[in-house]
């Protein structure tokens, strides 16, 4: 037992629904300049009372049901999440109790790529630990966004997904890559709240607390470290762009992704998304397409499925994984 597949799969969105028809009157633009810009057409608020960590404990307990399993099965639980519960303890605590998780728990914090970098880890403990492991996403970056900003404020949304791995005699993981380069802290960043420049009142004042996004600096790199990864991922594998059957990427935007699509030689035809309802639910966006297309029936033993990412600071990772697995 040296590999993992994926037994159980579940999502959790807020019901709330904030169209770009609403939000091109709260921004004095057109619906068609929102959608035409970033491909998104309506996306997920949570409502008080909603947290990444509720979202991240109703999907999971989804995916756990799917799996046939409950909290008392998991070794281990990992969290991806860049909007946590609170600064401390980690959002995973609290997923762990309501979950009445057996094993331990931890968050990864690295952005969009959050997810990607989660099922690296998960699947690094499955060889060192063969027991079911729990996956999530979960992200409220409405949460973030000033009211004001419609740069950010067009492309966020919230929701949670997760993904329970068990493990199996035969290797589902083909290659992986993953890379961070820290000199691009700036291009999307929330200042203040943490120790280099702790909460007062007037970096609440200030808006400080806020997230600031460069968007040319993020659609530049996001592209270029994505192809990059994606290339490297195929080359590990030695396979083609087109015998990829399904192209699960972050749901950030969907000029990024058709640019990365160009670039890698990937066909736009089997492209997973779910951008146009959802937006970019940054940790949550690659499993909560990919649940979709498990539901929908799309996906099928022995397709390669790739699943790729990026995020702040900058990271960046991708994974091609044949469905059902590879024996020997």
Same mark, same amino acid.
């Given at each position: 037992?040296? #590999?993992?597949?994926?037994?159980? /799969? ?8 904030? %169209?770009?028809? +609403?939000?091109?009157?709260r ?5 068609d300049?929102?959608?035409s ?14 947290? %990444? &960590?509720?979202?991240?404990?109703? *999907?999971?307990?989804? &995916?756990?049901?799917?799996?046939g ?5 998991? *070794? ?5 999440? &860049? ?6 303890p980690?959002?995973?605590a609290f ?7 057996? #094993?331990? *728990? ?7 790529? #959050? ?14 630990d ?7 996403? $979960?992200?409220?970056?409405?949460? %973030? ?14 929701g ?11 290797? /589902?993981?083909?290659? /992986? ?23 007062? +009142?007037?970096t ?24 990059? $990864? ?9 396979v ?32 997973v ?5 959802? #937006?970019n639910? &940054?940790s ?8 979709? *297309? ?34 020997g």
């Amino acid at each position: 037992m040296d #590999g993992f597949k994926i037994s159980g /799969w579940g999502v959790a969105v807020p019901d709330q629904v904030l %169209t770009s028809l +609403e939000l091109a009157g709260r921004f004095g633009v057109d619906e068609d300049w929102i959608v035409s810009r970033c491909g998104i057409r309506e996306r997920r608020f949570v409502e008080p009372g909603q947290t %990444t &960590a509720s979202l991240a404990v109703d *999907a999971g307990r989804r &995916a756990l049901e799917k799996a046939g399993l409950t909290g008392a099965d998991i *070794a281990h639980l990992i969290v991806a999440t &860049a909007t946590p519960e609170q600064p401390s303890p980690a959002t995973s605590a609290f997923v762990h109790h309501d979950l009445d998780i057996a #094993g331990s *728990a931890h968050d990864v914090n690295a952005e969009c790529s #959050g997810f990607i970098y989660s099922l690296m880890t998960a699947a690094a403990l499955m060889r060192m630990d063969p027991r079911p492991i729990l996956v999530i996403g $979960s992200d409220t970056h409405s949460l %973030t966004v000033n009211p004001t900003d419609r740069d950010l404020g067009i492309l966020v949304g919230d929701g949670a997904a997760a993904l329970v791995l068990e493990p199996t005699d035969r290797d /589902w993981l083909l290659a /992986w890559n993953l890379g961070a380069d820290g000199s691009c802290t700036g291009s999307l960043k929330v200042l203040a709240g943490g120790s280099r420049m702790p909460t007062t +009142e007037e970096t609440v004042r200030d808006g400080l607390h806020y997230a600031k996004i460069n968007g040319n600096e993020i659609y530049l790199n996001a592209v270029r470290f994505s192809v990059r $990864s994606v290339r490297a991922t195929l080359e590990q594998a030695k396979v083609q762009p087109d015998q990829v059957k399904h192209i699960v990427p972050h749901q950030a935007n969907i000029r990024i992704i058709n640019s990365i699509l160009s670039h890698t030689g990937l066909d736009p035809q089997r492209l997973v998304t779910n951008l146009d309802r959802y #937006g970019n639910t &940054a940790s949550a966006s690659i499993p909560l397409a990919l649940s979709e *297309a498990l539901d929908e029936g799309r996906v099928a033993d022995g397709d390669l499925v790739l699943l790729a990412g990026f995020g702040a600071g900058m990271t960046w990772g991708s994974m091609l994984l044949e469905w059902g697995g590879k024996s020997g």
